[in-house]
């Protein structure tokens, strides 16, 4: 999927197909200064019912108390990309406190991915939720594991537009 920059500088939204909200989604709260860093998660989903589990994993993310959620954006339906004969694709955004280093925050994401039934089968491949950190307070990296801030984050409708609805 790309994001065409207009003449009129404002970007296409072709591939964004619906906003829509649920209990969660979106939700605010005020921060809390007792943690270190703050980042942004992206949420995806296109296997089964992805609103319900959405709300499932917020519920579960939202009790972990290694982590604060501070916001969370409108729930977008976009169209796949990459691969795109697969199901249409749920996507938002949180915005998250936290006092673990990148590194430990990929390691529970990808733990949160396998509670909920992701499998890895292919780049792009359907999933049942797929947690992509976009954004970990100044940081920036590049290696292996995580790339920082996340390569999709400037061209990606299932990102801009969720996060700025925050």
């Not at 829509?20 to 296997?47: C, D, R």
């Not at 249409?88 to 998250?96: I, M």
């Amino acid at each position: 999927m790309e994001i065409l920059l207009l003449k009129n500088g404002f970007f296409s939204l072709k591939d964004a197909l619906k906003l829509t909200k649920s209990v969660h989604f979106p939700f605010y709260q005020s921060e809390k200064e007792n943690y270190k860093y703050e980042f942004y998660l992206g949420i995806g989903g296109n296997l089964g019912d992805s609103k319900k589990r959405f709300e499932m994993f917020f519920k579960k993310f939202k009790d972990d108390k290694r982590f604060f959620v501070v916001q969370t954006s409108p729930l977008l339906l976009n169209k796949a990309f990459g691969y795109t004969k697969q199901p249409d694709f749920l996507n938002a955004v949180l915005r998250v406190q936290t006092s673990l280093n990148p590194n430990q925050t990929l390691k529970i994401m990808q733990h949160y991915e396998k509670i909920f039934g992701r499998k890895r089968s292919f780049k792009n491949a359907p999933r049942t939720l797929d947690l992509d950190i976009l954004s970990f307070s100044a940081k920036t990296r590049a290696d292996k594991r995580l790339i920082l801030p996340h390569p999709g984050i400037y061209d990606r409708i299932s990102v801009i537009l969720p996060a700025g609805l925050m």
